[in-house]
């Protein structure tokens, strides 16, 4: 065994709904440090629920969600709040991007419970920036950047208060496919620089480049290829 802790562990975990919707069911995962994960799955197979989970955006119905060891059950709002902007930077489809606020100030809002000063903000903003590629863009707006560049934005400010971990949710899906394809290929740096990343999508393309696949399907797990190298 190690010492360390998965950076995230499902144990045996289920989200339902009223009316007897299983979005995930019986979910058991654990995310070592260091580890590139692709969870695949089509359309309504509980990606996103299990996401979420992970991300402690919402809790389950039934079993334990740990981070770093931490079970999320016994964190009150404002702990669970605090582990959320410490540990963990999510990247999303939409990107969601502030429309009024420039590159460099998008990404320094991802330090804004970090009790720094705005002017380190906006340097660890520029240096995330210049490692997604944009350091030649900090002053742009949303609307003067292509679409690969926002989502290189939002995985700037994902990066931005080293998290241990980023999740992202179909994170080339309102991309064009050679936009999409850069932002795979950017992903896999920031992995080779020693970066947790797991990345849902429902393109078995892009998941078979990655180490470790997890395949999802009506709410269950159905392979996974297996934990890598740091793994016990
Ligand atoms: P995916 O991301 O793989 O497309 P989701 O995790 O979004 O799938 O959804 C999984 C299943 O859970 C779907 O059948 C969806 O309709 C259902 N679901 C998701 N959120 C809710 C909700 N808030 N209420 C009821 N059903 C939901
Ligand atoms: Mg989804």
């Known amino acids: 065994m190690t010492d360390t802790p998965p950076v995230i562990e ?4 289920t989200k339902s709904y009223p009316g007897g919707v299983f979005a995930l069911r019986d979910a058991s995962l654990r995310i070592w440090p260091r580890e590139l994960t692709a969870v695949v799955g089509p359309s309504g197979s509980g990606k996103s629920t ?3 989970l992970m991300g402690t955006l919402d809790r389950p ?3 334990t969600v740990r981070i770093l060891g931490h079970d999320v059950a016994s964190l009150d709002d404002r702990r669970l709040s605090a582990v959320r902007a410490g540990w963990i930077g999510f990247v999303f489809q939409q990107f969601y991007l502030t429309s009024h606020l420039t590159a460099v100030h998008n990404v320094a809002n991802g330090l804004l419970y970090h009790g720094i000063t705005r002017k380190a903000r906006l340097r660890e903003a ?3 920036l210049d490692r997604v590629g944009l350091g030649h863009r900090l002053g742009h707006r949303p609307h003067e950047l292509s679409g690969g560049e926002r989502q290189r934005v939002a995985i700037a400010r ?3 208060a080293r998290p241990a971990i980023v999740l992202a949710d179909e994170p080339t899906g309102a991309l064009d496919s050679r936009s999409g394809e850069t932002i795979i290929q950017l992903l896999h740096e920031l992995h080779d620089d020693g ?3 797991t990345v849902i999508t429902h393109d078995e393309g892009i998941a078979r480049a990655f180490d470790r696949r997890v395949e999802i399907l009506d709410g269950e797990i159905r392979s996974d290829s297996g934990a890598g190298v740091t793994a016990a």
């Open 50 to 52: 299990m996401l979420q």
């Open 195 to 197: 970066t947790t990343i």
């Open 10 to 13: 499902l144990d045996r975990v």
């Open 158 to 160: 994902a990066l931005v």
């Open 61 to 63: 119905t039934d079993g």
């Open 126 to 128: 520029a240096t995330a």
